[in-house]
């Protein structure tokens, strides 16, 4: 039973470009969300998603977007990026939007230059 | 009112010590505190959670205690081992519609031979 898989490991970009990350949900699991790592901090909740839509959004500018497939995976946006937005992206899936437990993939490593 | 505060930013401790990680939390809406362990490169893993109506939870060496009127939590590591050098974190959620993690800045753990 695979877990939550993302894609790519690392990203290198530069100032002002624009990135795509993808996740696939653990077997099951219909609800994806999406949290920021600084280095050295906690994760930051960006959004979640669930029936295809964006139910939550954290305290992140519109650059930040997504979406989220009928098979449940889903991919995060971000554009003109920024140096601040060098970080791991982590992607979590659950079951049910009222689940709690969130089973976490290894994360997206980006370096904006 | 959303943050989670945790301490100490980092702790060494001998093999078979018992390090002790403490969290506090403001908003009374948490219902629902789970502590995840990461090692780098990789995303953090559930280790134990606890709800506020239990005082003290244990999995294994691991050992959640819930102290719901001081609105802290802590994690206790027995008999700890090389192999749990990693970073912890807890984090909070509110049961029940969108759910978002609410996490700490983290502890790294260093346990020595």
């Known amino acids: 039973d695979a877990g939550v898989t993302q894609s790519p490991t690392h990203l290198i970009k530069t100032r002002g470009q624009q990135v795509t990350l993808r996740c696939s949900p653990k077997?099951?699991?219909?609800?994806v969300s999406w949290y920021q790592q600084a280095l050295g901090q906690g994760p930051q909740f960006i959004f979640q998603y669930y029936e295809e839509e964006e139910r939550q959004r954290g305290n992140f500018p519109d650059r930040f977007s997504g979406h989220q497939f009928p098979n449940y995976s889903s991919e995060l946006n971000v554009n003109a990026l920024l140096l601040g937005d060098s970080a791991l992206y982590l992607c979590a899936s659950s079951l049910g939007f009222l689940q709690n437990i969130q089973y976490f993939g290894a994360g997206t490593r980006l370096s904006v230059l | 009112q959303q943050q989670v505060k945790q301490s100490p930013q980092s702790l060494i401790v001998q093999k078979g010590g018992i390090p002790i990680i403490n969290c506090a939390y403001e908003n009374t809406a948490f219902d629902y505190f789970p502590w995840y362990q990461q090692f780098p490169g990789k995303g953090p893993a559930l280790l134990i959670a606890?709800?506020?109506?239990?005082s003290e939870k244990k999995e294994g060496r691991f050992t959640i205690s819930f102290n719901k009127s001081a609105k802290q939590f802590s994690l206790h590591i027995m008999d700890s081992q090389p192999g749990d050098s990693a970073t912890y974190f807890c984090a909070a959620i509110i049961s029940g519609g969108y759910n978002k993690l609410i996490f700490g800045a983290g502890t790294r753990l260093a346990v020595h031979p």
């Open positions: 077997s099951g699991h219909d609800t």
């Open positions: 606890i709800r506020p109506d239990v």
